[in-house]
């Protein structure tokens, strides 16, 4: 197909690369996996090239080191990244938030087979244990998966600090680790919850929209560098993943979705990726949950970084541990959490 030809009013003027967004294999990448797939970035102008990581770190340093102008990311990296964690000072913001839940908790069939049936009976479980701590994972530490993580251990009146171990993995490879015994469970987004239910090796007690209804989820991270140099592609590219989450977020669209993420050749198989966007998302316990409210990609005006959002999102990096009480909180807040002029 021939290039589409430039204008001088188009965004792409000033730099006809293409901007190089990184995206991690997760169903709340959808709304980056429609808008190229529909057209909708041509439609507004922008030249999109979508970089798939293995995980968050990636993603970080990719965005650090300028390999990649955005990402699909995890709310509270924005704040990590501003605030120097892991050593490192990067000048990020977000504009726009990809979508509210997402995530679930996983735990092995192991501990189904001890008797372990929910929050309760998992926390007597834990402290009936001799010997090594139990592990459990999350994504990142600067991800909602683990503040999820660590509030459902404390609801199993659990100290995730001295009670269990903790450990970071890439999402993906979640359900290996704990078919092999490595993890006793974790939180992460989908479908890698749903891949370890459909293997036998694991069921979901709690899904993300129940422990913290309304969460952000996933959000544009922007690099103030690219932002300063293509103000028009970036208020061309929140644009089309406005109208991109339009369009995931109807029930109509969803099973022609589902297809669009299986063809991407990053997902494993349309039986993992169906049940979080058409449902039923079933969790290994005979429980068959409604899809609609597990990924809200637009309703409730899910893609605003409203300062509510932001605070919840900030609260947790400090409550958890992540970032230090001392930290000046309204002036991260308005850096990281602003929507695109």
Same mark, same amino acid.
């Given at each position: 197909m021939p290039a589409k030809k430039k204008t001088a009013a188009?965004?792409?003027?000033?730099d006809v690369r293409p901007?190089?967004?990184?995206?991690v294999p997760l169903m709340d990448a959808a709304p980056l996996v429609a808008a190229a797939g529909l057209g909708i970035f041509a439609k507004h102008g922008v030249a999109v090239e979508l970089c798939w990581e293995l995980g968050w770190a990636t993603v970080r340093e990719g965005i650090h080191f300028r390999q990649l102008d955005c990402a699909h990311s995890p709310a509270g990296l924005v704040f990590a990244m501003r605030a120097g964690c892991a050593g490192?000072?990067?000048p990020v913001f977000t504009p726009f938030i990809? !979508?509210?839940h997402g995530n679930a908790i996983t735990l092995s069939t192991a501990l189904w087979k001890s008797g372990v049936r929910d929050a309760a009976t998992l926390g007597r479980w834990v402290r009936s244990q001799t010997g090594s701590l139990p592990a459990f994972a999350a994504v990142s530490k600067y991800s909602s998966h683990y503040f999820l993580l660590r509030a459902w251990l404390e609801q199993c009146g659990l100290n995730p600090d001295h009670d269990v171990r903790l450990v970071i993995l890439p999402p993906r490879l979640m359900p290996e680790c704990m078919a092999e015994g490595l993890i006793d469970g974790y939180c992460a987004g989908e479908p890698w919850n749903t891949v370890a239910v459909q293997n036998g090796t694991g069921w979901c007690p709690a899904v993300s929209s129940e422990i913290v209804p309304g969460h952000a989820e996933k959000v544009l991270l922007v690099h103030e560098d690219f932002a300063r140099e293509s103000p028009?592609?970036?208020?061309?590219?929140?644009a089309a993943l406005d109208e991109a989450c339009r369009w995931c977020d109807a029930p109509? !669209?969803?099973?022609k979705l589902a297809a669009m993420m299986e063809a991407t050749g990053?997902?494993?198989g349309a039986a993992s990726i169906a049940p979080s966007l058409t449902g039923p998302f079933t969790d290994g316990t005979g429980r068959k949950r409604d899809a609609g409210t597990f990924l809200i990609f637009h309703r409730r005006d899910a893609n605003r970084p409203t300062a509510e959002r932001g605070a919840w999102v900030l609260q947790e990096l400090i409550r958890h541990g992540v970032l230090p009480a001392s930290v000046r909180r309204t002036e991260l807040l308005q850096q990281c959490w602003r929507e695109a002029a």
């Open positions: 188009s965004p792409l003027s000033a901007v190089r967004i990184g995206c490192v000072t990067t990809f !979508n509210l028009g592609r970036l208020a061309a590219l929140t109509a !669209n969803r099973p990053h997902f494993p």
